[in-house]
């Protein structure tokens, strides 16, 4: 009796769960930024029925869990916050512990303000020289772009038709910009990574006033060699510099996510438009590979308007909008990538907040390295020991010799 009634309090409390957990609905072209053991997600869109609904939430990564059904994730659901606004096809970026929201569709203003200690949210007001556009209203000029924040200044490169940098310095909320001679092809739907006091800028696309679908996939930029274009702005100088790369370099890449693996030195490109490549760059010698994943898994669909986020030893990939021949689905899928080690990645399902990245020795193996050492110190050891107890050994003998002696001389009488 005891053991059916476990059985129905077990099932009344996971029904309880299954009604009343919040889970997220599918989306694309959202924000995901992790602080401190969380992974805020933000804004989004489902294709031609407008903005996705519970435009905030975050998922706890300090708690394990399985992406065989998202209902059972450890999803928190914070959109009942008073201010918040909703956005698709934003750009975001993470001071300490605030998340600035920039541009894209939106209904509040171009910059959105979020405090995740006092779950404030906020439109602050900004000054200086304020992005603007001739094709977009108020407040929309930067769509489907990247920021990288450095020193409490975040830099936007490009926007609708601009070859353009635009820094927001967070302390004064006062926009700057800055132009070149030399300028990035790619305006939208690039990525950007912040590698010491440089951004790498890897694709993307130079979008016109063409519909949404057609002008993503026709319009990722290659360079005059066709190949895919990467650059690195300097922000000490405000100088671009054009990056040549070998390898497996591919020729297109817009509308895709990445991550940046300090750990390893590697850039990780996954899927975009009209593509089902994962892609690896070396930020060291700037070569590109396809990187060795030993199980399948993974999206089965071409993918794009995703997010992909490190978090610990795993990239996870959310969301996104599924590409087939005929129409666009919405995903609401999540995928686990283990990267621990640098030669060979899997797909897995189960997320462990302990699992960590495998450092890289910092010296290659060598006939001095620290095994051999060891062996090396053992025989010398040996040697060293050896030689010592021939010397007590040659001393002691020469103490005892008289005495030795002696016994020989008394056995010698006595057997005469």
Same mark, same amino acid.
């Given at each position: 009796m005891k053991t059916l009634l476990s059985i129905v309090l077990f099932c009344l409390i996971n029904f309880h769960k299954s009604i009343f957990a919040f889970v997220p609905s599918g989306r694309a072209e959202h924000n995901a930024v992790l602080i401190d053991k969380r992974l805020y997600f933000h804004g989004g869109a489902r294709w031609r029925d407008g903005y996705a609904p519970d435009q905030?939430?975050?998922?706890? $990564?300090?708690? &394990?869990?399985?992406?065989?059904?998202?209902?059972?994730?450890?999803?928190?659901?914070?959109?009942?916050?008073?201010?918040?606004? +909703?956005?698709?096809?934003?750009?975001? +970026?993470?001071?300490?512990?605030?998340?600035?929201?920039?541009?894209?569709?939106? +209904?509040?203003?171009?910059?959105?303000?979020?405090?995740?200690?006092?779950?404030?949210w906020s439109e602050?007001?900004?000054?200086?020289?304020?992005?603007?556009?001739?094709?977009?209203?108020?407040?929309?000029?930067?769509?489907?772009?990247q920021c990288v924040i450095l020193e409490h200044k975040i830099h936007i490169y490009g926007g609708f038709a601009a070859h353009k940098m635009n820094i927001l310095d967070t302390s004064q909320l006062y926009w700057s910009s800055f132009t070149s001679s030399l300028i990035y092809s790619g305006t939208q739907y690039y990525s950007a990574t912040l590698l010491n006091d440089s951004i790498l800028y890897i694709g993307g696309t130079f979008r016109t006033l063409g519909p949404f679908y057609d002008s993503t996939l026709s319009g990722c930029q290659t360079n005059s060699n066709q190949e895919?274009?990467?650059s690195i702005f300097n922000t000490n100088d405000n100088t671009w510099r054009v990056v040549t790369t070998t390898g497996q370099i591919p020729t297109k890449k817009c509308n895709y996510a990445s991550v940046y693996i300090p750990q390893h030195n590697r850039i990780l490109l996954f899927y975009g438009a009209d593509d089902v490549t994962i892609n690896s760059l070396d930020?060291?010698?700037?070569?590109?590979?396809?990187?060795?994943?030993?199980?399948?898994?993974?999206?089965?669909?071409?993918?794009m308007g995703h997010t992909t986020t490190l978090i610990g030893a795993y990239v996870?990939?959310?969301?996104?909008?599924?590409?087939?021949?005929?129409?666009?689905?919405?995903? &609401?899928?999540?995928?686990?990538?283990?990267?621990?080690?640098?030669?060979?990645? *899997?797909?897995?399902?189960?997320?462990?907040?302990? *699992?960590?990245?495998?450092?890289?020795?910092?010296?290659?193996? &060598?006939?001095?390295?620290?095994? *051999?050492?060891?062996?090396?110190?053992?025989?010398?050891?040996?040697? $060293? +020991?050896?030689?010592?107890?021939?010397?007590?050994?040659?001393?002691?003998i020469g103490l005892l010799r008289p005495f030795i002696d002696h016994i020989n001389r008394v056995n010698y009488d006595r057997l005469q």
């Open positions: 905030l939430f975050y998922l706890d $990564v300090s708690k &394990s869990f399985t992406t065989y059904d998202i209902s059972l994730m450890p999803w928190i659901n914070l959109s009942s916050i008073s201010g918040v606004s +909703c956005k698709t096809g934003a750009t975001a +970026c993470a001071d300490e512990t605030t998340i600035y929201y920039i541009g894209g569709n939106h +209904c509040g203003g171009l910059v959105s303000k979020f405090d995740t200690i006092s779950l404030q602050p007001t900004t000054s200086g020289s304020i992005p603007t556009s001739t094709f977009e209203r108020p407040g929309e000029e930067m769509k489907w772009v895919l274009p990467i930020t060291l010698t700037f070569t590109w590979t396809i990187p060795v994943i030993l199980n399948s898994g993974g999206p089965l669909r071409r993918l996870l990939i959310a969301f996104g909008y599924y590409l087939t021949d005929d129409r666009t689905l919405i995903s &609401s899928d999540i995928f686990l990538l283990d990267v621990s080690h640098k030669d060979s990645y *899997n797909w897995v399902t189960t997320y462990d907040p302990i *699992n960590s990245i495998q450092p890289i020795p910092t010296s290659p193996t &060598s006939p001095t390295s620290p095994s *051999n050492i060891s062996i090396g110190a053992a025989i010398a050891g040996m040697i $060293v +020991c050896g030689i010592i107890g021939m010397i007590i050994g040659g001393v002691l």
